[in-house]
């Protein structure tokens, strides 16, 4: 029986955030392999198999020991992994890429925008597309960043993994962003 309690403090603070229930594995190389629920992480971490890269502030009581709860796992031992097919930038992938953020704005997003408009050429590829909300990307239009004045936070990437995280309306647990995107 596995039970959570806050790391430190008294039981007087804020109510604690819910626990994430997932836990993203990395490969003992770094690159991400696929996520796992938090009951299979614990069992990983418990048989030696993982250890735990980034944590929640709490920590999961066993009868034995006391384990930081995941939120990031590595492998103790690389795994071969046939090479897959790279995920292809569908709104689904993109969304979940930008962490369901808009590039031009920060707030939430819940569509796709090619950043150099495909009316005028624009690629439909991971470099060309990022997430917007529905307000900035009706604004944007057609026009490039440049004939709005418009800057990108960051140059838009290919994800480093080959694999959809979660179901249809899973988002990244935030703590995951540096291991996704190369
Ligand atoms: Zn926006």
Known sequence: MLTTVPAQGPATGPAPAPAPTRTLLLNASGEPLCVVTMHRAVVLVMTGKATVLESEGRVLHSAREQIPLPVVLVLT??????????????????????????????????????????????????????????????????????????????????????????????????????????
Not at 91 to 115: E, I, M, N, P
Not at 128 to 144: E, L, S, Y
Not at 167 to 179: C, D, F, L, Q, V
């Open 77 to 182: 031992r690389y795994v071969h992994v046939p090479s897959r097919r790279p995920v292809p930038p569908t709104r689904r992938s993109v969304l979940q890429r930008d962490d369901h953020r808009c590039a031009y704005c920060g707030g939430g997003a819940d569509t796709v925008d090619h950043v150099h408009p495909r009316s005028r050429g624009g690629r439909h590829e991971w470099t060309n597309v990022v997430a917007a909300c529905a307000r900035c990307n009706h604004r944007k239009a057609d026009r490039t960043l440049a004939e709005l004045g418009w800057e990108l936070p960051s140059r838009p990437r290919a994800p480093r993994w080959s694999f959809t995280v979660g179901g249809a309306a899973a988002r990244t647990e935030p703590a995951w962003s540096r291991y996704l995107v190369a």
